[in-house]
């Protein structure tokens, strides 16, 4: 994701990178990939360190107690996750097992011929129990396995909300209970709603919950790109135009515009905004800082969609590349790593969850990661579709519309004739993409 939960850069940043593979050919005689390894050996390599810290313990615990094949993992930067693999992939140079982002972030190297399908190879059984969401999947087949999850939630801060006369066990669920709440967190003196939106990335997080209000499958999303549908139409653009209502009534926090992503969620935890964005994974440090005085929420209903009102339940995964070679114990080491033991040892050595339903979440302490993870990730839950977008209108269109709309400059129908105005000219600019997304909405939309 992220959207980016990234500190430093977005993912945008490395499918740019990952454009001119021709450019870095090189680089592949100095990847140790799987045409290099001996019969019985398999080459991993995965990103995620950044985010999750522990985890490199974790795959290093996990391949020194594996005695089925000797497996050399690389923890990559995040910076070159998506570009290294798919420079080696295109030189026929792949490690067996590679890390992957969730949508489009995959499904590129998925177009290019560098990802095998997992079904038929790696058992049903792990697959279904490691959720790896519905964006993982093109022409009927699974590309992916989940690894850890990063559901998409907004929190709220509870101290903030009892000042206000509200129940802070109960956080609103419908548009005008979340007005009603924003009108009392005002009255007692603190911004009720926003973050920071300097670098963009809050806009993108808001698209993917807000979005989903008013779309019954993610497929109707990417018709938006391929051209079935209109940003123009008031209900494509209807997240803009809430947007806009919490500007005009003056429930955004006033530093939100020169205030980064990370920054704001920090006024959330310290009680100076009453409620935003935010990603799970932050939640047990969070909660533990307020000593339990954070929640999380759904993103409050307004539209009329059928993935509305719904929690959203994005993964971190694993994939096996088209030119393994030794697919059969790449798929070996996933189950494993999706063993009741191992599944165990990621949350001791993490403190996160795996990805797998399969986990015994008795083992969770905290209540609210808990009641995140039951309504999250146990429960019935939609993609982040916030991963479909195409790279151009994610720079031209995702980011800039909710950062001027809260600036003011734009109104909320207005980010909808620009939004209309990036998608086409993308689509017109790039027929052969286009294609590829009208099969995958095929796949997207059950």
């Not at 000042?163 to 419908?174: E, I, V």
């Not at 709440?181 to 007692?188: G, N, T």
């Not at 105005?421 to 997207?444: C, G, H, M, Q, T």
């Amino acid at each position: 994701m992220r959207r980016n939960w990234r500190e430093a850069f977005t993912r945008r940043d490395m499918l740019k990178a990952s454009a001119g593979l021709g450019a870095g050919a090189a680089l592949s005689g100095l990847l140790p990939g799987s045409a290099a390894l001996a019969a019985g050996e398999l080459n991993m390599w995965g990103g995620g360190g950044q985010e999750l810290p522990g985890l490199k313990g974790f795959v290093d615990d996990s391949v020194a107690k594996y005695t089925d094949a000797t497996v050399k993992p690389m923890l990559q930067d995040t910076a070159v996750v998506i570009s290294q693999f798919q420079t080696a992939a295109a030189a026929g140079n792949p490690p067996d097992i590679q890390y992957l982002w969730n949508g489009i972030y995959h499904m590129e190297s998925v177009w290019l011929g560098y990802l095998q399908p997992l079904d038929g190879l790696v058992s049903d059984a792990v697959i279904k129990a490691s959720s790896p969401t519905l964006l993982s999947h093109f022409g009927g087949r699974v590309y992916r396995i989940g690894w850890y999850p990063l559901p998409m939630i907004w929190i709220y801060n509870k101290d903030v909300y009892d000042k206000a006369g509200l129940d802070a066990d109960n956080p609103p669920k419908t548009w005008d209970e979340f007005m009603n709440a924003c009108d009392k967190v005002k009255s007692s003196g603190v911004a009720p709603v926003g973050g920071g939106i300097q670098d963009g990335y809050w806009g993108e997080w808001y698209f993917g919950h807000a979005l989903a209000q008013n779309t019954d499958t993610p497929g109707e999303t990417i018709d938006l790109f391929t051209g079935e549908r209109d940003f123009r139409d008031p209900k494509y653009h209807e997240h803009w135009v809430k947007l806009e209502d919490l500007k005009k009534n003056g429930f955004l926090n006033p530093e939100m515009s020169s205030t980064e992503l990370y920054p704001g969620i920090d006024l959330i935890v310290a009680g100076k905004v009453g409620c935003g964005l935010s990603i799970a994974s932050r939640l047990p440090a969070d909660s533990k800082a307020t000593n339990g005085r954070v929640g999380a929420m759904v993103m409050p209903v307004y539209g009329k969609g059928k993935l509305a009102g719904m929690p959203i339940f994005d993964s971190q995964g694993l994939g096996i590349s088209a030119k393994s070679a030794n697919p059969k114990a790449a798929a070996a080491f996933l189950e494993y790593l999706h063993s009741p033991e191992r599944l165990k040892a990621f949350h001791e050595m993490t403190g996160w969850i795996p990805a797998d339903s399969n986990f015994d979440t008795s083992v969770i302490t905290d209540p609210a990661v808990l009641s995140m993870w039951k309504n999250w990730g146990l429960s019935a839950n939609i993609p982040y579709l916030s991963n479909l977008v195409p790279g151009q209108f994610y720079e031209q269109a995702l980011l800039p519309t909710a950062q001027q709309v809260v600036e003011g400059k734009i109104t909320g129908e207005q980010a909808g004739e620009l939004a209309y105005s990036v998608a086409k000219e993308w689509r017109d600019f790039n027929p052969d993409i286009v294609e590829n997304y009208k099969k995958w909405a095929a796949d997207l939309a059950g």
